[in-house]
Protein backbone atom coordinates (compact mmCIF):
# COMPACT_ATOMS: atom_id res chain seq x y z
CA UNK A 1 0.00 0.00 0.00
CA UNK A 2 1.19 3.32 -0.78
CA UNK A 3 1.47 5.58 2.09
CA UNK A 4 1.69 9.35 1.60
CA UNK A 5 2.93 11.65 5.06
CA UNK A 6 2.74 15.53 5.38
CA UNK A 7 4.79 17.54 7.88
CA UNK A 8 3.84 21.13 8.21
CA UNK A 9 5.93 23.57 10.29
CA UNK A 10 7.61 26.14 8.79
CA UNK A 11 9.08 24.02 6.25
CA UNK A 12 6.79 22.42 3.51
CA UNK A 13 8.91 19.41 1.92
CA UNK A 14 8.04 17.43 -0.86
CA UNK A 15 9.00 14.28 -2.54
CA UNK A 16 8.32 11.32 -4.36
CA UNK A 17 9.28 9.79 -7.46
CA UNK A 18 5.61 8.79 -8.12
CA UNK A 19 2.98 10.37 -10.68
CA UNK A 20 0.34 11.74 -9.87
CA UNK A 21 -2.09 9.20 -11.20
CA UNK A 22 0.23 6.28 -9.47
CA UNK A 23 -0.74 7.99 -6.73
CA UNK A 24 -4.24 8.57 -6.45
CA UNK A 25 -5.89 5.83 -8.39
CA UNK A 26 -7.82 3.33 -6.01
CA UNK A 27 -7.64 5.59 -3.36
CA UNK A 28 -4.06 3.85 -2.58
CA UNK A 29 -1.88 6.51 -1.36
CA UNK A 30 -2.31 7.28 2.78
CA UNK A 31 -1.31 10.64 4.12
CA UNK A 32 1.00 11.37 7.01
CA UNK A 33 1.79 14.68 8.67
CA UNK A 34 4.21 16.69 11.35
CA UNK A 35 2.93 20.07 11.66
CA UNK A 36 5.27 22.09 13.73
CA UNK A 37 4.77 25.18 15.70
CA UNK A 38 6.57 27.12 17.75
CA UNK A 39 4.76 29.34 19.73
CA UNK A 40 7.84 30.21 21.92
CA UNK A 41 11.53 29.84 22.49
CA UNK A 42 12.33 29.43 26.20
CA UNK A 43 13.78 32.53 28.04
CA UNK A 44 13.10 34.53 25.41
CA UNK A 45 9.63 36.10 25.34
CA UNK A 46 10.61 38.75 22.53
CA UNK A 47 10.18 36.19 20.17
CA UNK A 48 6.89 34.53 20.93
CA UNK A 49 5.12 33.18 18.38
CA UNK A 50 1.74 32.81 19.71
CA UNK A 51 -0.73 32.95 16.61
CA UNK A 52 1.73 29.87 15.38
CA UNK A 53 -0.66 27.40 17.55
CA UNK A 54 -4.06 28.64 15.05
CA UNK A 55 -2.38 28.68 12.30
CA UNK A 56 -1.33 24.53 12.97
CA UNK A 57 -4.87 23.68 14.10
CA UNK A 58 -6.55 25.40 10.95
CA UNK A 59 -4.03 23.86 8.71
CA UNK A 60 -4.86 20.09 10.59
CA UNK A 61 -8.61 21.22 10.39
CA UNK A 62 -8.07 22.11 6.46
CA UNK A 63 -6.17 18.63 6.29
CA UNK A 64 -9.15 16.74 7.74
CA UNK A 65 -11.71 17.73 5.44
CA UNK A 66 -10.42 16.51 2.69
CA UNK A 67 -10.74 11.88 2.51
CA UNK A 68 -6.91 11.69 1.92
CA UNK A 69 -6.47 12.38 5.33
CA UNK A 70 -6.96 11.02 9.05
CA UNK A 71 -6.69 12.49 12.45
CA UNK A 72 -4.40 9.63 13.98
CA UNK A 73 -2.41 10.32 10.38
CA UNK A 74 -1.35 14.03 11.69
CA UNK A 75 0.83 14.17 14.59
CA UNK A 76 0.60 18.35 15.77
CA UNK A 77 4.05 19.69 17.51
CA UNK A 78 3.00 23.02 18.94
CA UNK A 79 4.39 24.95 21.60
CA UNK A 80 6.28 23.61 24.50
CA UNK A 81 5.59 20.32 22.58
CA UNK A 82 7.90 21.58 20.04
CA UNK A 83 11.12 20.62 21.41
CA UNK A 84 14.16 19.47 19.64
CA UNK A 85 13.63 15.74 20.81
CA UNK A 86 10.09 16.00 20.47
CA UNK A 87 10.85 17.09 16.38
CA UNK A 88 13.33 14.40 16.11
CA UNK A 89 10.73 11.91 17.70
CA UNK A 90 8.13 13.17 14.88
CA UNK A 91 10.52 12.34 12.33
CA UNK A 92 11.25 8.69 13.69
CA UNK A 93 7.35 8.26 13.79
CA UNK A 94 7.24 9.56 10.04
CA UNK A 95 9.64 6.67 9.65
CA UNK A 96 8.21 4.47 11.30
CA UNK A 97 4.50 4.91 9.35
CA UNK A 98 6.28 5.92 5.87
CA UNK A 99 7.68 3.13 3.17
CA UNK A 100 8.96 3.29 -0.27
CA UNK A 101 5.68 4.17 -1.78
CA UNK A 102 5.00 6.85 0.95
CA UNK A 103 4.30 10.54 0.28
CA UNK A 104 5.50 12.50 3.50
CA UNK A 105 4.60 15.92 3.92
CA UNK A 106 6.21 18.15 6.69
CA UNK A 107 5.32 21.73 7.58
CA UNK A 108 7.12 23.88 10.72
CA UNK A 109 6.80 27.20 11.57
CA UNK A 110 9.31 29.31 13.65
CA UNK A 111 12.44 31.70 13.69
CA UNK A 112 15.29 30.30 11.49
CA UNK A 113 18.84 32.01 11.30
CA UNK A 114 22.85 30.78 11.67
CA UNK A 115 24.32 28.76 14.58
CA UNK A 116 26.22 31.84 15.12
CA UNK A 117 29.81 29.76 14.55
CA UNK A 118 32.54 31.23 12.50
CA UNK A 119 33.10 27.57 11.81
CA UNK A 120 31.18 25.26 9.51
CA UNK A 121 30.25 22.03 11.74
CA UNK A 122 30.39 18.05 10.26
CA UNK A 123 29.61 17.94 7.63
CA UNK A 124 31.61 20.44 5.95
CA UNK A 125 29.69 21.93 3.20
CA UNK A 126 28.85 25.67 4.08
CA UNK A 127 31.20 27.71 1.21
CA UNK A 128 30.10 31.16 2.70
CA UNK A 129 32.10 30.94 6.06
CA UNK A 130 29.01 31.63 8.19
CA UNK A 131 27.97 28.43 9.63
CA UNK A 132 25.39 26.36 9.23
CA UNK A 133 21.27 27.14 8.80
CA UNK A 134 19.40 26.72 11.95
CA UNK A 135 15.79 26.36 12.88
CA UNK A 136 14.70 26.86 16.31
CA UNK A 137 12.92 24.86 18.25
CA UNK A 138 11.51 25.97 22.11
CA UNK A 139 14.38 24.22 23.62
CA UNK A 140 17.10 26.59 21.51
CA UNK A 141 16.76 28.74 24.79
CA UNK A 142 16.66 25.96 27.43
CA UNK A 143 19.47 25.27 30.06
CA UNK A 144 23.25 26.31 28.14
CA UNK A 145 20.73 27.65 25.21
CA UNK A 146 20.15 30.45 27.55
CA UNK A 147 23.72 30.55 28.35
CA UNK A 148 24.26 33.92 26.80
CA UNK A 149 21.17 35.42 27.67
CA UNK A 150 22.03 35.60 31.19
CA UNK A 151 25.89 36.27 30.65
CA UNK A 152 26.22 38.41 27.92
CA UNK A 153 29.91 39.14 28.57
CA UNK A 154 30.84 35.39 28.38
CA UNK A 155 33.92 34.49 25.78
CA UNK A 156 32.04 33.65 22.65
CA UNK A 157 34.97 33.33 20.92
CA UNK A 158 35.57 29.93 21.50
CA UNK A 159 33.84 27.35 19.61
CA UNK A 160 32.68 25.20 22.35
CA UNK A 161 30.26 27.93 23.72
CA UNK A 162 29.06 29.00 20.81
CA UNK A 163 27.79 25.01 19.47
CA UNK A 164 26.32 24.13 22.85
CA UNK A 165 22.74 26.59 22.55
CA UNK A 166 23.52 25.06 18.64
CA UNK A 167 22.51 21.46 19.77
CA UNK A 168 19.10 22.47 20.51
CA UNK A 169 18.70 23.97 16.86
CA UNK A 170 17.57 22.10 14.08
CA UNK A 171 20.08 22.63 11.86
CA UNK A 172 19.76 22.03 7.83
CA UNK A 173 22.07 19.71 8.12
CA UNK A 174 20.28 17.51 10.67
CA UNK A 175 17.25 18.36 8.76
CA UNK A 176 18.58 16.67 5.42
CA UNK A 177 19.91 13.71 6.81
CA UNK A 178 15.86 12.78 8.69
CA UNK A 179 14.43 13.69 5.36
CA UNK A 180 17.31 11.44 3.49
CA UNK A 181 15.87 8.46 6.63
CA UNK A 182 12.48 8.28 4.96
CA UNK A 183 11.95 5.85 2.61
CA UNK A 184 8.59 7.66 1.29
CA UNK A 185 8.95 8.19 -2.49
CA UNK A 186 6.99 11.46 -2.30
CA UNK A 187 8.17 14.53 0.56
CA UNK A 188 6.76 17.49 0.82
CA UNK A 189 8.39 20.36 2.90
CA UNK A 190 7.25 23.97 3.08
CA UNK A 191 8.73 26.81 5.17
CA UNK A 192 7.20 29.68 6.87
CA UNK A 193 9.54 31.33 8.96
CA UNK A 194 9.89 34.80 9.88
CA UNK A 195 13.25 34.49 9.14
CA UNK A 196 13.12 31.74 6.21
CA UNK A 197 14.22 33.65 3.08
CA UNK A 198 17.06 34.72 4.87
CA UNK A 199 15.87 37.48 6.78
CA UNK A 200 18.76 40.04 8.15
CA UNK A 201 17.23 39.76 11.79
CA UNK A 202 20.69 40.33 13.71
CA UNK A 203 19.57 40.14 17.14
CA UNK A 204 17.96 36.42 16.97
CA UNK A 205 20.72 35.42 14.98
CA UNK A 206 23.56 36.65 16.58
CA UNK A 207 22.47 35.36 20.12
CA UNK A 208 24.23 32.48 19.89
CA UNK A 209 27.40 33.54 18.35
CA UNK A 210 30.78 33.92 18.75
CA UNK A 211 31.26 37.05 16.82
CA UNK A 212 30.27 40.45 17.43
CA UNK A 213 27.38 41.83 15.56
CA UNK A 214 29.43 44.23 13.57
CA UNK A 215 31.33 41.11 11.96
CA UNK A 216 28.44 39.62 10.71
CA UNK A 217 28.65 40.69 6.80
CA UNK A 218 24.70 41.16 6.15
CA UNK A 219 25.08 38.75 3.03
CA UNK A 220 25.39 36.23 5.41
CA UNK A 221 21.51 36.93 6.86
CA UNK A 222 20.45 36.98 3.02
CA UNK A 223 21.93 34.09 1.88
CA UNK A 224 20.22 32.40 4.86
CA UNK A 225 17.03 31.07 2.45
CA UNK A 226 19.49 30.22 -0.25
CA UNK A 227 21.68 28.14 1.60
CA UNK A 228 19.09 26.27 3.56
CA UNK A 229 17.11 25.30 0.37
CA UNK A 230 20.09 23.98 -1.50
CA UNK A 231 21.05 21.88 1.55
CA UNK A 232 17.36 20.54 1.39
CA UNK A 233 17.48 19.72 -2.73
CA UNK A 234 16.83 15.96 -3.22
CA UNK A 235 16.00 13.82 -5.88
CA UNK A 236 11.71 14.44 -6.12
CA UNK A 237 11.44 16.82 -3.44
CA UNK A 238 9.41 20.04 -3.71
CA UNK A 239 10.40 22.92 -0.85
CA UNK A 240 8.17 26.33 -0.26
CA UNK A 241 9.26 29.39 1.46
CA UNK A 242 7.99 31.86 2.23
CA UNK A 243 10.13 34.76 1.03
CA UNK A 244 13.31 35.36 -0.90
CA UNK A 245 16.65 35.01 0.63
CA UNK A 246 16.79 39.07 1.03
CA UNK A 247 13.02 39.32 2.32
CA UNK A 248 11.93 39.74 6.06
CA UNK A 249 8.77 37.74 5.92
CA UNK A 250 5.17 38.31 7.38
CA UNK A 251 3.89 35.92 9.81
CA UNK A 252 1.93 33.62 8.52
CA UNK A 253 0.40 35.30 5.65
CA UNK A 254 2.26 32.73 3.16
CA UNK A 255 0.64 29.69 4.81
CA UNK A 256 -2.80 31.48 4.94
CA UNK A 257 -2.98 31.75 1.24
CA UNK A 258 -1.27 28.46 1.33
CA UNK A 259 -4.61 26.96 3.60
CA UNK A 260 -6.80 28.88 1.05
CA UNK A 261 -5.24 27.60 -1.83
CA UNK A 262 -5.61 24.02 -0.47
CA UNK A 263 -9.57 24.17 -0.14
CA UNK A 264 -9.71 23.76 -4.04
CA UNK A 265 -8.77 27.43 -5.19
CA UNK A 266 -5.47 25.99 -6.54
CA UNK A 267 -7.34 23.40 -8.42
CA UNK A 268 -6.22 25.12 -11.93
CA UNK A 269 -6.87 21.75 -14.01
CA UNK A 270 -10.49 21.60 -12.60
CA UNK A 271 -9.97 17.63 -11.45
CA UNK A 272 -10.99 18.42 -8.16
CA UNK A 273 -7.17 18.29 -6.45
CA UNK A 274 -4.54 20.26 -5.39
CA UNK A 275 -1.57 19.85 -5.74
CA UNK A 276 1.69 21.04 -3.86
CA UNK A 277 2.91 22.94 -7.10
CA UNK A 278 -0.73 24.29 -7.85
CA UNK A 279 -0.87 25.61 -4.15
CA UNK A 280 2.46 27.46 -4.54
CA UNK A 281 1.36 29.27 -7.80
CA UNK A 282 -1.73 30.05 -6.46
CA UNK A 283 -0.60 30.81 -3.06
CA UNK A 284 2.62 33.08 -3.39
CA UNK A 285 1.24 36.01 -6.26
CA UNK A 286 -1.58 36.63 -3.74
CA UNK A 287 1.04 36.66 -0.76
CA UNK A 288 3.14 39.45 -2.37
CA UNK A 289 -0.15 40.99 -3.84
CA UNK A 290 -1.92 41.41 -0.58
CA UNK A 291 1.24 42.56 1.49
CA UNK A 292 2.28 45.04 -1.05
CA UNK A 293 -1.41 46.58 -1.13
CA UNK A 294 -2.11 46.59 2.39
CA UNK A 295 1.11 46.70 4.08
CA UNK A 296 3.69 48.11 1.74
CA UNK A 297 5.44 44.85 2.44
CA UNK A 298 8.01 43.09 -0.42
CA UNK A 299 7.46 39.39 -0.38
CA UNK A 300 8.12 37.31 -2.98
CA UNK A 301 7.25 32.86 -1.77
CA UNK A 302 9.99 30.79 -3.55
CA UNK A 303 10.10 27.44 -4.57
CA UNK A 304 12.59 24.74 -5.42
CA UNK A 305 10.44 21.23 -7.10
CA UNK A 306 12.34 18.74 -7.70
CA UNK A 307 9.09 16.34 -8.13
CA UNK A 308 8.83 14.82 -11.28
CA UNK A 309 5.12 15.14 -11.82
CA UNK A 310 2.31 16.98 -8.81
CA UNK A 311 2.59 15.87 -5.78
CA UNK A 312 -1.47 15.76 -4.65
CA UNK A 313 -2.44 17.21 -0.92
CA UNK A 314 -6.11 17.90 -0.82
CA UNK A 315 -8.98 17.10 -2.47
CA UNK A 316 -10.61 20.51 -2.89
CA UNK A 317 -13.38 21.33 -1.03
CA UNK A 318 -13.97 25.03 -0.63
CA UNK A 319 -15.70 26.50 2.33
CA UNK A 320 -19.00 29.00 2.80
CA UNK A 321 -19.23 32.54 1.89
CA UNK A 322 -18.79 35.02 5.02
CA UNK A 323 -22.05 35.07 6.38
CA UNK A 324 -24.06 38.46 5.64
CA UNK A 325 -25.81 39.94 8.59
CA UNK A 326 -29.91 40.61 7.25
CA UNK A 327 -30.82 42.08 10.59
CA UNK A 328 -29.64 45.00 12.43
CA UNK A 329 -30.26 43.99 15.73
CA UNK A 330 -27.53 46.71 17.85
CA UNK A 331 -29.69 47.04 21.52
CA UNK A 332 -31.89 44.82 23.45
CA UNK A 333 -32.92 43.78 27.01
CA UNK A 334 -32.00 40.92 29.15
CA UNK A 335 -34.02 38.18 29.53
CA UNK A 336 -35.43 39.12 26.21
CA UNK A 337 -34.48 36.96 23.13
CA UNK A 338 -32.94 38.08 20.35
CA UNK A 339 -33.16 37.43 16.65
CA UNK A 340 -30.56 37.42 14.39
CA UNK A 341 -30.77 37.05 10.36
CA UNK A 342 -28.31 35.38 8.12
CA UNK A 343 -27.42 34.19 4.46
CA UNK A 344 -24.33 32.19 3.31
CA UNK A 345 -23.42 30.45 0.20
CA UNK A 346 -21.67 27.59 -0.64
CA UNK A 347 -19.10 27.52 -3.84
CA UNK A 348 -20.32 24.07 -5.27
CA UNK A 349 -24.00 24.05 -3.08
CA UNK A 350 -22.90 22.16 -0.15
CA UNK A 351 -25.64 22.43 2.79
CA UNK A 352 -24.48 25.16 5.17
CA UNK A 353 -24.24 25.47 9.39
CA UNK A 354 -23.32 28.23 11.54
CA UNK A 355 -21.13 27.69 14.32
CA UNK A 356 -21.79 30.28 17.39
CA UNK A 357 -20.32 31.89 20.32
CA UNK A 358 -22.49 34.47 21.95
CA UNK A 359 -19.79 35.59 23.91
CA UNK A 360 -21.07 34.81 27.37
CA UNK A 361 -19.58 31.48 27.87
CA UNK A 362 -22.23 29.59 25.33
CA UNK A 363 -21.77 28.65 22.04
CA UNK A 364 -23.89 26.65 19.44
CA UNK A 365 -24.70 25.33 16.31
CA UNK A 366 -27.24 25.07 14.10
CA UNK A 367 -28.41 22.42 11.67
CA UNK A 368 -28.09 21.99 8.35
CA UNK A 369 -29.51 24.79 5.64
CA UNK A 370 -29.19 24.79 2.00
CA UNK A 371 -27.00 27.32 0.29
CA UNK A 372 -28.40 30.63 0.28
CA UNK A 373 -31.24 30.10 2.55
CA UNK A 374 -31.86 32.54 4.99
CA UNK A 375 -31.07 31.50 8.45
CA UNK A 376 -32.36 32.25 11.75
CA UNK A 377 -30.79 32.27 15.31
CA UNK A 378 -31.66 33.52 18.56
CA UNK A 379 -30.40 34.30 22.00
CA UNK A 380 -31.21 35.18 25.66
CA UNK A 381 -28.73 37.38 27.09
CA UNK A 382 -29.31 37.74 31.56
CA UNK A 383 -26.38 40.82 32.50
CA UNK A 384 -26.21 43.92 31.00
CA UNK A 385 -23.19 45.11 28.66
CA UNK A 386 -21.75 44.71 25.61
CA UNK A 387 -21.54 41.20 23.87
CA UNK A 388 -19.70 40.19 20.29
CA UNK A 389 -21.36 37.50 18.50
CA UNK A 390 -18.95 35.63 16.34
CA UNK A 391 -20.38 33.70 13.63
CA UNK A 392 -18.55 31.07 11.33
CA UNK A 393 -19.97 29.36 8.42
CA UNK A 394 -19.05 25.70 7.57
CA UNK A 395 -20.31 23.63 5.17
CA UNK A 396 -21.55 19.96 5.55
CA UNK A 397 -18.40 18.51 5.15
CA UNK A 398 -16.56 20.53 7.59
CA UNK A 399 -15.18 23.19 5.25
CA UNK A 400 -14.41 27.00 6.54
CA UNK A 401 -13.20 29.97 6.13
CA UNK A 402 -10.18 30.91 7.70
CA UNK A 403 -9.45 34.49 8.83
CA UNK A 404 -6.35 36.31 8.37
CA UNK A 405 -7.32 37.67 12.37
CA UNK A 406 -10.19 37.25 14.01
CA UNK A 407 -13.77 36.02 12.02
CA UNK A 408 -15.96 38.45 11.75
CA UNK A 409 -18.52 39.44 14.31
CA UNK A 410 -21.78 41.31 15.59
CA UNK A 411 -21.64 43.55 18.88
CA UNK A 412 -24.95 44.04 20.58
CA UNK A 413 -25.53 45.73 24.23
CA UNK A 414 -27.67 44.12 26.61
CA UNK A 415 -29.44 46.55 28.71
CA UNK A 416 -31.64 45.97 31.85
CA UNK A 417 -34.93 47.88 30.99
CA UNK A 418 -36.19 50.33 28.51
CA UNK A 419 -35.17 53.05 30.78
CA UNK A 420 -31.51 52.54 30.77
CA UNK A 421 -30.25 53.01 27.60
CA UNK A 422 -27.49 52.94 25.09
CA UNK A 423 -26.85 56.40 24.31
CA UNK A 424 -23.34 56.74 22.42
CA UNK A 425 -21.82 53.78 20.72
CA UNK A 426 -19.24 52.70 18.37
CA UNK A 427 -19.31 49.07 17.81
CA UNK A 428 -17.76 49.11 13.98
CA UNK A 429 -14.95 46.16 15.02
CA UNK A 430 -11.78 45.60 12.63
CA UNK A 431 -8.84 43.22 13.11
CA UNK A 432 -6.40 45.28 14.66
CA UNK A 433 -3.08 45.93 12.05
CA UNK A 434 -2.23 48.83 14.38
CA UNK A 435 -1.35 47.23 17.94
CA UNK A 436 1.37 49.52 18.32
CA UNK A 437 -0.77 53.07 17.61
CA UNK A 438 -3.74 52.10 19.16
CA UNK A 439 -1.67 50.80 22.33
CA UNK A 440 -2.35 51.66 25.99
CA UNK A 441 0.88 52.31 28.34
CA UNK A 442 1.85 54.04 31.64
CA UNK A 443 2.47 57.17 29.07
CA UNK A 444 0.51 56.46 25.70
CA UNK A 445 -2.81 57.33 26.21
CA UNK A 446 -6.19 56.77 24.18
CA UNK A 447 -8.92 58.57 23.87
CA UNK A 448 -12.68 58.75 22.17
CA UNK A 449 -14.96 62.00 21.81
CA UNK A 450 -18.77 61.71 21.69
CA UNK A 451 -21.69 64.25 21.70
CA UNK A 452 -24.42 62.98 24.15
CA UNK A 453 -28.36 62.84 24.22
CA UNK A 454 -28.92 62.32 27.80
CA UNK A 455 -28.19 64.43 30.21
CA UNK A 456 -26.13 61.24 32.96
CA UNK A 457 -23.71 58.80 32.02
CA UNK A 458 -23.12 56.07 34.49
CA UNK A 459 -21.51 53.20 32.63
CA UNK A 460 -18.80 52.67 29.67
CA UNK A 461 -18.42 49.57 27.71
CA UNK A 462 -14.60 49.20 26.13
CA UNK A 463 -13.22 46.54 23.72
CA UNK A 464 -10.02 46.49 25.06
CA UNK A 465 -7.26 43.52 25.75
CA UNK A 466 -4.21 43.42 27.60
CA UNK A 467 -0.84 42.81 25.58
CA UNK A 468 0.73 41.52 28.30
CA UNK A 469 0.13 37.70 28.43
CA UNK A 470 -2.06 38.40 31.76
CA UNK A 471 -5.14 40.39 32.59
CA UNK A 472 -4.55 43.94 34.15
CA UNK A 473 -6.32 47.07 35.31
CA UNK A 474 -7.33 50.01 32.66
CA UNK A 475 -8.20 53.29 33.86
CA UNK A 476 -11.03 54.39 32.52
CA UNK A 477 -11.77 58.44 32.62
CA UNK A 478 -14.80 60.77 31.68
CA UNK A 479 -13.51 64.27 30.75
CA UNK A 480 -15.22 67.19 28.92
CA UNK A 481 -11.77 68.46 28.37
CA UNK A 482 -9.19 66.41 27.20
CA UNK A 483 -6.02 68.36 28.94
CA UNK A 484 -8.63 68.61 32.21
CA UNK A 485 -9.36 67.07 35.10
CA UNK A 486 -11.58 63.94 34.93
CA UNK A 487 -15.35 63.93 36.00
CA UNK A 488 -15.16 60.57 37.14
CA UNK A 489 -12.89 57.72 36.85
CA UNK A 490 -12.56 53.48 37.28
CA UNK A 491 -10.09 51.37 37.20
CA UNK A 492 -11.24 48.02 36.22
CA UNK A 493 -9.31 44.47 35.12
CA UNK A 494 -9.55 43.53 31.84
CA UNK A 495 -8.88 39.89 29.89
CA UNK A 496 -5.44 39.18 27.86
CA UNK A 497 -5.61 39.22 24.17
CA UNK A 498 -4.51 35.08 23.31
CA UNK A 499 -3.54 35.00 20.21
CA UNK A 500 -3.50 31.65 20.17
CA UNK A 501 -7.37 31.26 20.19
CA UNK A 502 -9.69 31.98 17.23
CA UNK A 503 -12.31 34.07 19.14
CA UNK A 504 -10.32 36.35 21.30
CA UNK A 505 -12.29 37.92 24.83
CA UNK A 506 -14.81 40.65 24.66
CA UNK A 507 -15.77 44.27 25.85
CA UNK A 508 -15.75 45.45 30.19
CA UNK A 509 -18.32 47.17 31.89
CA UNK A 510 -17.03 50.48 33.41
CA UNK A 511 -20.06 51.52 36.17
CA UNK A 512 -19.67 54.12 38.27
CA UNK A 513 -21.91 56.99 39.89
CA UNK A 514 -24.33 59.07 37.36
CA UNK A 515 -22.16 61.36 36.01
CA UNK A 516 -24.56 65.05 34.84
CA UNK A 517 -23.75 65.84 31.08
CA UNK A 518 -25.10 68.73 28.47
CA UNK A 519 -26.88 67.02 25.82
CA UNK A 520 -25.17 68.18 22.57
CA UNK A 521 -21.48 69.21 24.02
CA UNK A 522 -18.80 67.26 23.46
CA UNK A 523 -16.83 64.67 26.10
CA UNK A 524 -14.31 62.32 25.63
CA UNK A 525 -13.32 58.82 27.08
CA UNK A 526 -9.55 58.46 28.39
CA UNK A 527 -8.14 55.04 28.74
CA UNK A 528 -4.85 54.89 30.22
CA UNK A 529 -2.24 52.49 33.02
CA UNK A 530 -1.19 53.67 36.29
CA UNK A 531 1.31 50.70 36.53
CA UNK A 532 4.43 51.30 34.00
CA UNK A 533 4.45 47.61 33.35
CA UNK A 534 1.21 47.71 31.75
CA UNK A 535 0.20 47.45 28.39
CA UNK A 536 -3.43 47.18 26.10
CA UNK A 537 -4.79 47.38 22.73
CA UNK A 538 -8.05 49.12 22.53
CA UNK A 539 -10.11 47.88 19.47
CA UNK A 540 -11.23 50.24 16.67
CA UNK A 541 -13.03 50.56 13.33
CA UNK A 542 -10.69 51.57 10.24
CA UNK A 543 -12.81 51.74 7.15
CA UNK A 544 -9.61 52.22 5.08
CA UNK A 545 -9.12 48.81 6.31
CA UNK A 546 -9.19 46.50 2.50
CA UNK A 547 -12.73 44.33 1.88
CA UNK A 548 -14.46 47.31 3.73
CA UNK A 549 -17.45 48.31 1.44
CA UNK A 550 -17.52 52.23 2.18
CA UNK A 551 -13.87 53.69 2.70
CA UNK A 552 -15.66 57.29 3.42
CA UNK A 553 -17.68 55.96 5.43
CA UNK A 554 -16.99 57.73 9.16
CA UNK A 555 -17.99 55.21 11.62
CA UNK A 556 -18.87 57.65 14.45
CA UNK A 557 -20.07 60.88 13.18
CA UNK A 558 -20.16 62.67 16.67
CA UNK A 559 -16.49 62.11 17.36
CA UNK A 560 -12.90 60.44 16.23
CA UNK A 561 -10.39 58.78 18.21
CA UNK A 562 -7.34 60.82 19.77
CA UNK A 563 -3.80 60.02 20.82
CA UNK A 564 -1.32 61.11 23.60
CA UNK A 565 2.39 59.79 23.15
CA UNK A 566 3.30 62.44 26.34
CA UNK A 567 1.39 60.94 29.60
CA UNK A 568 -2.06 62.89 28.42
CA UNK A 569 -0.31 66.07 27.92
CA UNK A 570 -1.12 67.03 24.52
CA UNK A 571 -3.12 65.01 22.11
CA UNK A 572 -3.46 64.37 18.42
CA UNK A 573 -6.34 62.79 16.14
CA UNK A 574 -5.73 59.89 15.19
CA UNK A 575 -4.66 59.88 11.54
CA UNK A 576 -3.22 56.08 10.36
CA UNK A 577 -5.14 53.51 11.99
CA UNK A 578 -8.23 54.58 14.16
CA UNK A 579 -10.88 56.71 13.40
CA UNK A 580 -12.92 56.02 16.45
CA UNK A 581 -12.75 53.58 18.96
CA UNK A 582 -15.23 50.85 19.87
CA UNK A 583 -17.17 52.29 22.95
CA UNK A 584 -20.52 52.67 23.93
CA UNK A 585 -22.19 54.84 26.63
CA UNK A 586 -24.93 54.17 29.36
CA UNK A 587 -27.97 56.59 30.99
CA UNK A 588 -31.07 56.88 31.82
CA UNK A 589 -34.00 58.48 29.73
Known sequence: MKKICLLFGVIILLTSSLGVQSVIEGYETEYWALLVGVTEIANNPLLDLPYNKLVIENFRDMLLVSDFWQEDHIKTLIGREATYRNIIGGFKWLDQKADENDVCVFYINTHGGLNGLIVDLPPFD????????????????????????????????????????????ISDDQLKRLLNKLDAKGV????????????????????????????????????????????????????????????????????????????GYADENHDGLCSAEEVFQYAAPLTESWLKEYKNWDQ???????????LLITQGEKPPSIPIPLSETHVGEVNTEQYFLFQCSDPEQHKIRLCVDWDDSTNESTGFFESGEIINISH??????????????????????????????????????????????????????????????????????FIPTTTSIDQVNIWALSLTDTETSLKVSLRDNLTGDDLVSISKTIPALDMS????????????????????????????????????????????????????????????AYISKNGGISWIPHKIYADDFCFATYGYV
Not at 300 to 310: F, R, V
Not at 404 to 424: A, K, M, R, T, W
Open 126 to 169: ETDGDGDEVLYTWTSGVGLGNLFNRFPDLPRGIPIFGSLPYIHD
Open 188 to 263: CVIIDSCFSGGFNDYNSSIKKGTRPLNEYPEKAYLNWGRSFAQELHGPGRVILMSCRDSEKSQAACFTYFTIESSQ
Open 300 to 310: HPQIYDGYPGE
Open 380 to 449: TWVHEGTYNLWVIAEDEYGAQQYSFGFPLCFPISIVNNEYHHVDQSQMMIYQPEGFYECEITHNIHQAQS
Open 501 to 560: KKIPEGWTSFDFSAVNVIPGETYYIVCSHEDEASSSVWFYADPDYPGYANPDHDPYTNGQ
